[in-house]
T-cell receptor, first 115, second 111 residues
């Protein structure tokens, strides 16, 4: 079965550079979530999108932005990268029906290293 | 903001033992997730439940909404079960809310 696809798997950037992470949800899923997990930390919610509109916002820095496109894939854009942005970035997708979310599935993550 | 507490933080057991990991939360939720993460690896969703009990192979998850408590059980544990098990909750708003995660339980099953 198709899973949530994230690209790239690994990314190395220098300070002050920009990075773009991509997430392709499970087919027919309409909701995408982004999470950040620093070394030895539990994941933190960044932002979510439902039907291409921002739905919920967590601890996403102002230097980051994200969007969901017409094909439901999402991109997380990160600018002016800092050493502290080094983390594993997870994407998840689900199908929202009423108040419930079905099929909540995580991608394998993109490991970003800022040097 | 929901507070999610897991116990124990660390657990080492012998192969074959019955394992229980507990999770409690402070505010009403729409769903609770049990997740598995291997060192340096991605997150795998084990269960998503909003009431009752679910079973998948050797894994069983239960939730008590009134007590705001959930448990994950592993029967006949095996070294390949060694991983971090994370409890995460969705708020009861019913939107595309992000999950709030517990700190995780580091489980080691020794042969």
């Amino acid at each position: 079965a198709a899973g949530v696809i994230q690209s790239p798997r690994h990314l190395i950037k220098e300070k002050r550079e920009t990075a773009t992470l991509k997430c392709y949800p499970i087919p027919r899923h309409d909701t995408v979530y982004w999470y950040q997990q620093g070394p030895g930390q539990d994941p933190q919610f960044l932002i979510s999108f439902y039907e291409k509109m921002q739905s919920d916002k967590g601890s996403i820095p102002d230097r980051f932005s994200a969007q969901q496109f017409s094909d439901y894939h999402s991109e997380l854009n990160m600018s002016s990268l800092e050493l502290g942005d080094s983390a594993l970035y997870f994407c998840a997708s689900s199908l929202k029906e009423g108040r419930a979310n079905y099929g909540y599935t995580f991608g394998s993550g993109t490991r970003l290293t800022v040097v | 903001k929901n507070e999610v507490e897991q116990s124990p933080q660390n657990l080492t057991a012998q192969e074959g033992e019955f394992i229980t990991i507990n999770c409690s939360y402070s505010v009403g939720i729409s769903a609770l997730h049990w997740l598995q993460q291997h060192p340096g690896g991605g997150i795998v969703s084990l269960f998503m439940l909003s009431s009752g009990k679910k079973k998948h192979g050797r894994l069983i998850a239960t939730i008590n909404i009134q007590e705001k408590h959930s448990s994950l059980h592993i029967t006949a544990s095996h070294p390949r079960d060694s991983a971090v098990y994370i409890c995460a909750v969705s708020n009861s708003g019913g939107g595309a809310d992000g999950l709030t995660f517990g700190k995780g339980t580091h489980l080691i099953i020794q042969p």
